[in-house]
């Protein structure tokens, strides 16, 4: 590693996932020195393999979650303002199962999901009558009736870079593929060992430390920090396939099952219906977590309940999956759990702290960052005011409905792109794509074409300003383009990245 360092960081984050970034963020933007590293690659861990909705989270009522509820709730048009080229919203079809909750229920429900907390542009609940709506079109029951409600939609990984590319434009330094080994306290500091990929060591020194590390919170507080019996949190493992779209519109459905779960069904990616999640306790390395041919059959059969085109495994054309770091409130199944975040500082007077984030959401993961940096502010004492509700993250300074004139705007600056390429670059980009584009007068001055909607352009920007290296940063975690990707088209990207590290280490000697 051959990076410098700040002599002595204010704030020491380990893990780059929506939490650690969202963090860094926060305090940065506060006027704090961070230092952020991620192991792997940012978003490599649960932050990539999630349903992707900024949602209250209608089941949670269920469990009288109101507090998670209510924050999530308001939270959604808050994300959405903030990144409207990666945030926007979606309708959820819930149809009325009769054998299953019953009707008053859902309406109770979705009364108080439209009314606890801050809606103001998602339009409120309806009724369907199926009898003659499109969406019962693709569904093998009858169903007479069912509610149709707002939710959002996000592109978890994006949402994760963006926020760590913001922290570093505010001057926090972003490590990958940098393992924080330990971490011990001495002289009233934090003497923090990192490894790089190559096996290189480095300490750095830090006066407050935040373990953000999500599945691994526990291992590292064993391994890292060299505590005992640490048992906090309860790894649940969910998982999601992907196959050839299932329906024509762009509203979702949310299927009740008969053991209690509900299951997503998701226009994705346009050409693709996204099915998930399941529920299962995980033990083990959570970076070992693999979708299991039950959790396969499972959702297969779930959506087989619902859909008169039937599917199987050999459908599915991709599948991902994540685990959940619930903190472990004694809940006895692992859908019961709680879905909140608990944030606990360690720390004697006098001695460097230690805050553990537990638990959390995509969703909240702003509100969790706010409520940490509160936590720094009370050991180091208030600084600026930074407002990450109003401040947009890169490329989403734009209205919120403002998606189509976006693209419009950048096909009248390169009226060579074709109308797909252009949704392409907004959606992952929003007024960044110009940066991306630069003097571009026809596609021949993009570079090399890699398939899909992939350029060489793209990717120069993914790896210069988004910490991408691999092909699989690329095309699994930056975007999605590796759906539409064929095995000699990944190579070309391998290559093509080989051959922009070889032209940098000649640049650097
Ligand atoms: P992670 O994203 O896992 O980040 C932790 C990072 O720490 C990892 O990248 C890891 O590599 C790194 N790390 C660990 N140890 C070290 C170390 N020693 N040194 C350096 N780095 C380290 N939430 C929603 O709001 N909406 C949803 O629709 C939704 N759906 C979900 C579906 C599933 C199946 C799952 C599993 C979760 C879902 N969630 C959802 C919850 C949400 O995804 C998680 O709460 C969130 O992503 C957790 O983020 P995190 O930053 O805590 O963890």
Known sequence: MSETYADIFDVFVVGGGINGCGIAREAVGRGFSVCLAEMNDLASGTSSGSTKLVHGGLRYLEYYEFRLVREALKEREVLWSIAPHIIWPLRFVLPHHKELRPAWFLRLGLFLYDHLGGRKLLPGTKVLNMADDEASKPLSQNFSKAFEYSDCWVNDARLVVLNARDAADRGAQILVRTKVVSAVRCDGLWQIVLEGADGARKTVNARYLINAAGPW????????????????????????????KLFDHDRCYIFQQGDGRIVFAIPYEDDFTLIGTTDREFSGDPTNVKISSEEIDYLCGAANE?????????????????????????????QEATRDYVLKVEGEDGQAPLLNIFGGKITTYRKLSESAVEKIESFFGERQGFSTNSVPLPGGDFEVTGFDIQVQSLKNKYPFLQNEHARHLVRHYGTKAYEILGKARSYDDLGEFFGGQLWACEVAYLVSREWALSAEDILWRRTKQGLRMKPGQVEALELFLQNLDARAERLSA
């Open 217 to 244: 919170v526990d291992q590292f507080l064993a391994d890292g920090v060299r505590q005992d019996s640490v048992h906090n949190v309860r790894l649940v493992q969910g998982s999601h396939i992907i196959v050839k």
């Open 306 to 334: 619902y859909f008169s085109q039937s599917i199987e495994a050999g459908d599915v054309v991709w599948s991902y999956s994540a685990i959940r770091p619930l903190f472990d409130d004694g809940a006895s199944k692992a």
